[in-house]
């Protein structure tokens, strides 16, 4: 099977002797003579210049064009049998020598457009001046050169079997299109080629990562060996190989047991400074022919399959006899091919997305329902268990906090703590299927942790584990895929030489587990970013109870004590009033002074402990909760500030009336009161105007706007500071400085904010929002519960 793919020589390792002298002793001269010195460098043949081998296969024929004169500069030597003309009559000439000239202006107007290094372009169907058979004439440019190639069109190929053909190739798709994965689309597509090419075998192989490969799907006769499931090593297709498979997506070879026919060259040419890499009539390397026959194989075409420019298989079809495959059918193969390639790796990948979609759900709820968790660490001891099934490992073991909670097969704690340093170490999501390589303690616990999967939690030395034993199996290889080389002598040299038997050779694979899967990585990854995201929430929401508890501490705390100095205070300024009444004729006028400042600072402190009571009555009080009609209430809020109002003959308008809004009616109304006194309080204008409305988005927002002096922008978030005033105690009315704090903590408790909008000199507008009736009745019950629990 290797055969059809070998397209520069097989590795050093894999070469057995030769004994057939019919290959042509002067292709061998074409290539560079293998260094012995180098026999033991298992990449020799990644050197062997294949490339330039100075020849082509006999089933056509080749010319090498000047690509500024397109005078022929060389010629393959049997253009006689194929173009009718000897070809050292060509050397030298114009295209005109061979072609009518409306051919010979067709075929170089082609030649101009054509690219550097590409793959050869189908010129069209010609006749030569010398020969009345129809060519398919194929052109391309390698370096300062271009190649044609001509291959005879046979007599029974017509327009009428072109189309039937293509039919026949747009009904194989069909088939391949309803198969149910990318293994059943390989099978249907080996048995469509076989039907549709007559080979008598056609094998598909697939890729792995490492480059090794696999036959996964055939079709052939009973006369052919049997390839399926078997495995071949990344080194049975070198790298000039794997690069011509890129280059070249469907190379074909009509009879193995060729002469090759050599490029003749003008004199001052070398036909093997030609590079023959994209020329579809290239001459195999004699090692690779060696090693087709040693596989029984006569002709067979190659046809890859590339997926972004990566090799992702092959399909080979091999014959045991010469097999002539027109140019036009080669083509209709290779359209097939390129669909069937989009339609397997179109289902491989469904099929993966399709495993990874569901362990990302089943990562994602298992996400949900830790951060949902009343008690995040002890809801992370189940997930031991719940990984088993994600993962599809033998067990699974949870390293936290120096606690191990395992479930399935795990290996011993003490094995599992001795991983934890040498884990620090290793890449995040690491995983391996032999352990024991990498960490030698490991030799002695195969059955149960040959496979490593590590899923770093935040903290350091916590670690989810997943273990898979080792995976003792039978692998079948066609050969021996570790044969020794060996050395044969033909034509009085020494020579490597290609291995000679393709029977199934087992080898018993120990000391690895199964192979971890993209999506099971994948699923690793993403149950790390879940549990770092869940973590996290669940610090900020620890943080964020334990400052809302301290807040609610600290402001019970400030409430008591404000609470109980109001007595006390009201007592010092009660007997200083009553001193300065009774002793007033013995007091001299120095101590009445003194009487009069303790009485203004009692009575200040007083007034800002009862403000400090307000301010945490704001936050203590249980939400009362209606819906409330805000028109009402403001008619309430302006009763209350009447006098207030008439004193300063200040206009309040009111463009539309508000809404009804779930609210509690108390704290509306403060907040209301607030920002209203705190308009007409800074507002140095005659001519006082004030404005209450709503803009209608989701929530209201409200505002308070005035014409008031304004706020320069680096005192916006200052002004909501308790008892921070801008001005002086005594200006604009004096106060506490506390009105727009409580307006703000009655705001943040009924879930809303606050902010402002404001230039100096012109006013000032205040919005703020009220969350919706499903939040406000969630923050009631939470704050109910905090009442509950601290008294």
């Not at 993966?352 to 298992?366: F, P």
């Not at 013995?586 to 402990?609: F, G, N, P, T």
């Amino acid at each position: 099977m290797l055969s059809l793919v070998f397209l520069a020589c097989p590795p050093l390792h894999s070469l057995f002797a030769m004994n057939d002298d019919s290959i042509n002793s002067l292709f061998y001269q074409a290539h560079a003579p293998i260094n012995l010195d180098v026999i033991d460098d298992l990449t020799a043949c990644d050197r062997d210049p294949v490339n330039f081998c100075g020849a082509i296969m006999p089933q056509g024929a080749l010319l090498v064009l000047d690509h500024q004169l397109l005078i022929i500069l060389g010629a393959s030597a049997n253009t006689a049998t194929f173009l009718g003309v000897d070809v050292e009559q060509l050397l030298g000439k114009s295209l005109g020598y061979l072609f009518a000239t409306n051919s010979q202006q067709k075929i170089e107007t082609s030649l101009a457009d054509l690219p550097v290094d590409a793959v050869p372009s189908l010129l069209g169907c010609f006749t030569t001046l010398h020969s009345s058979a129809n060519y398919s004439l194929l052109a391309h440019r390698s370096g300062d050169v271009f190649l044609l190639e001509f291959e005879v069109i046979a007599a029974d190929i017509t327009a009428t079997s072109m189309i039937e053909h293509s039919a026949r190739v747009n009904s194989c798709l069909k088939k391949l299109q309803s198969a149910g994965n990318w293994q059943m689309a390989m099978q249907v597509a080996v048995n469509e080629l076989k039907n549709l090419t007559g080979f008598d075998a056609v094998i598909g192989v697939r890729f792995f990562d490492d480059g090794s490969f696999r036959a996964v799907a055939e079709a052939r006769e009973d006369s052919v060996p049997a390839y399926l499931d078997k495995y071949f090593p990344r080194s049975d297709i070198p790298e000039p190989a794997r690069q011509q498979m890129l280059r070249m997506r469907q190379q074909y070879l009509s009879d193995i047991l060729y002469e090759p026919v050599p490029i003749v060259m003008a004199i001052t040419q070398n036909s093997l400074a030609i590079d023959l890499a994209m020329a579809t009539l290239r001459s195999v390397s004699p090692f690779c022919r060696r090693f087709y026959q040693n596989m029984g194989v006569r002709s067979r075409l190659l046809l890859t399959l590339v997926d972004n420019g990566k090799l992702w298989g092959f399909i080979n079809c091999r014959s045991d006899q010469p097999r002539t495959v027109a140019y036009s059918d080669r083509q209709a193969y290779q359209s097939f091919t390129d669909m069937a390639t989009l339609l397997l790796v179109e289902k491989e990948k469904a099929e993966q997305q399709q495993h990874e979609l569901q362990s990302k759900q089943r990562i994602w709820a298992i996400a949900t329902e830790l951060s949902a968790a009343k008690d995040f660490k002890a809801a992370l001891f189940d997930l031991p268990a719940r990984m088993m099934d994600i993962l599809d490992a033998a067990g699974v073991a949870l390293v936290m906090d120096g606690r191990i909670i395992s479930i399935g097969r795990v290996p011993e704690q003490s094995f599992i703590l001795s991983l934890i340093p040498w884990l620090k170490q290793q890449p995040d999501c690491f995983t391996t299927d032999c352990l024991p390589s990498l960490f030698p303690l490991a030799t002695d616990f195969c059955q149960t942790v040959c496979g490593l999967l590590v899923v770093p939690l935040s903290k350091s030395e916590d670690y989810l584990l997943a273990f898979r034993p080792e995976w003792v199996r039978e692998v079948n290889w066609a050969g021996n895929p570790q044969k020794s080389v060996e050395i044969d002598a033909l034509n009085g040299e020494l020579r490597m030489t290609p291995r000679g038997s393709f029977e199934t050779w087992k080898q018993v694979v120990a000391g690895r587990a199964r192979p971890w899967a993209s999506y099971e990585k994948e699923a690793a990854m993403n149950l790390r970013k879940a549990l770092i995201d869940v973590q996290q929430l669940e610090t900020n929401r620890i943080l964020k109870d334990r400052v809302e508890q301290s807040n609610q501490e600290l402001e019970s705390f400030a409430y008591s004590v404000a609470h109980d100095l109001q007595e006390p205070l009201r007592g010092i300024r009660n007997f200083a009033e009553l001193l300065n009444q009774q002793d007033r004729d013995h007091l001299l006028a120095e101590d009445r002074a003194w009487l009069q400042v303790i009485m203004a600072l009692s009575m200040r402190m007083y007034d800002k402990i009862n403000v400090l009571l307000d301010y945490s009555r704001a936050n203590k009080q249980v939400l009362e909760l209606c819906t409330n009609d805000l028109n009402h209430l403001l008619q309430t809020v302006q009763q209350n500030l009447s006098l207030l109002i008439l004193e300063t003959h200040v206009q309040i308008k009111i463009p539309r009336l508000l809404p009804s809004l779930f609210c509690d009616a108390v704290r509306m109304q403060a907040i209301f009161e607030n920002l209203i006194t705190n308009a007409i309080k800074y507002n140095d204008k005659a001519d006082k105007h004030i404005e209450i409305g709503y803009l209608e988005e989701t929530p209201f927002i409200f505002y308070v706007r005035d014409n008031g002096i304004g706020i320069k922008e680096e005192h916006q978030q200052a002004i909501f500071t308790l008892f921070r005033r801008l001005h002086g105690r005594d200006d604009y009315g004096g106060g506490t400085g506390a009105g727009l704090a409580i307006a703000h903590k009655h705001i943040d408790r009924q879930g809303g904010r606050i902010w402002l909008e404001s230039v100096p000199g012109q006013g000032t507008t205040f919005y703020f929002t009220i969350a919706p009736e499903r939040e406000l009745k969630k923050a009631a019950l939470k704050q109910a519960d905090f009442e509950v629990k601290n008294g």
